[in-house]
């Protein structure tokens, strides 16, 4: 069955345009909560968002699905992706839904979707919804509508969830911390937990009006957190996206920490620590070169994984590992939560700058990273990867590149791009086949 709903991350869109409108959220409401109205007691559905303007609007539409098939519903207001994954679990709901288009400025929205686990949903749980969508609903009698309420305390239940990531010894005081929150999810719960645990917090990307999330703040823009850090004196920064699974961190010095370096840092501590689960880490195929030697210079193995955290969750589920994450910063910790959380990834972060003494900036630097480039083409329609140009391309980058270096070249899941990706020991030679595959997608696009 071919997906008209679902991409690598949930529903998501451009709101009321497409899959993203009222409309379909109601059905999306519907569908969702047939699906999982198993057995006799009384069903349950937790939804949390972001700060985006749309999030009402789709909040009113999922309330009215879900009560229209039966099913009660729980509503936490903004709160991060991975707090909606936790409560899901904790208040033993059917299903949970987390609004938000992560990443994507305020005009986008998605609908991700938690099964009772906290996990998100199987690819045959999605195919299920997806056929479901396409049915006329199996709507509840009178006496059987669901009810909608909100929680007051679903902020301070997270905060003090996360807040266990960090050993119980451990105090932040004396540590001067920017928190970026990207005018996103966690804009309230995440400076509170580092200031919690005795930090001196610099708030940043903590003002939402529903159209500022993501923009020009966050893990995805960090000039305004690189500039803070500087100008404030701070030992780091640490910056999240707009549904805060995901963390870039940086240093004292202002330079950016990606995901592979803090990924090496918190694996290769939970090694020492003998907590670290499956022999070494997941990460996707766009991670470093460097990363992989470093870990297999300590006896651990990188296991890659296709692009999108769901993906990292499926191979540390299978080989039993423990941590995993991406490149681009989504942390999975699975003694912590079910899915990415870039608070408790940071309080980690933190937690190992106080053990150690040191500056970030020498603390995560774990490794050499090997040169790598990655570059996004943006396409109108067609299949760019399916022109012969393209293909021929390709073809000649691999040649070039064999036995010194990686070749990565895939199409978005969330937007009309082109990722082409490449790494070697050199930088010349990578950033000439890069720059010539991209030319050919752009004469094919």
């Not at 929205?109 to 749980?125: E, M, R, Y």
């Amino acid at each position: 069955m071919t997906r008209k709903f679902f991409g690598t991350d949930g529903i998501r869109g451009r709101t009321n345009a497409g899959v993203m409108t009222a409309a379909t959220a109601m059905k999306v409401g519907q569908a969702a909560g047939r699906h999982f109205l198993r057995g006799e007691h009384r069903h349950r559905v937790v939804i949390g968002k972001d700060t985006r303007l749309s999030g009402y609007m789709i909040e009113n539409a999922l309330v009215a699905g879900f009560t229209s098939v039966g099913m009660d519903v729980v509503m936490t207001g903004p709160l991060p992706t991975p707090a909606i994954a936790m409560l899901t679990h904790e208040l033993r709901a059917d299903v949970g839904v987390m609004i938000s288009a992560s990443h994507n400025p305020f005009e986008d929205n998605g609908i991700k979707l938690f099964g009772p686990d906290g996990f998100k949903l199987s690819d045959a749980d999605e195919m299920a919804i997806e056929a479901l969508l396409e049915e006329e609903p199996v709507l509840a009698d009178a006496a059987d509508v669901g009810r909608a309420r909100r929680i007051d305390d679903a902020r301070g239940r997270y905060i003090h969830a996360i807040k266990q990531a960090v050993a119980s010894d451990i105090r932040f005081d004396g540590l001067k911390v920017v928190v970026d929150c990207a005018n996103g999810a966690a804009y309230q719960v995440a400076p509170s937990a580092i200031w919690e645990l005795g930090a001196e917090v610099i708030p940043l990307g903590v003002t939402p009006n529903g159209t500022n999330i993501n923009k020009d703040v966050g893990s995805t823009s960090l000039d305004a957190i690189k500039a803070r850090v500087v100008a404030e004196g701070a030992d780091i920064g640490i910056a999240l996206d707009g549904d805060a699974d995901r963390l870039l961190v940086v240093d004292e010095k202002g330079q950016t920490v990606d995901g592979d370096q803090i990924m090496a840092l918190i694996a290769l501590r939970m090694q020492e620590k003998g907590m670290l689960l499956g022999g070494g880490i997941v990460a996707t195929v766009m991670s470093n070169l460097g990363l992989e030697r470093c870990l297999s210079d300590r006896g651990l193995k990188l296991e890659r994984s296709a692009v999108g955290d769901r993906y990292v969750l499926e191979k540390m589920r299978e080989g039993g590992y423990n941590v995993g994450g991406e490149q681009s910063g989504h942390m999975i910790l699975l003694n912590h939560g079910t899915t990415g959380d870039g608070t408790v990834a940071a309080l980690r972060v933190l937690a190992s700058l106080v053990r150690s003494g040191k500056p970030a900036s020498e603390l995560l630097h774990q490794f050499e990273p090997v040169p790598q480039l990655l570059k996004n083409v943006r396409y109108a329609g067609g299949k760019p990867l399916e022109d012969a140009g393209v293909k021929a391309a390709i073809a000649d980058a691999e040649a070039d590149l064999a036995g010194k270096g990686r070749l990565v070249i895939r199409a978005s899941g969330t937007e009309p791009l082109i990722r082409v990706m490449a790494e070697g020991d050199d930088a010349a030679e990578v950033e000439r086949v890069v720059d010539t595959i991209c030319d050919a997608v752009r004469a094919a696009a």
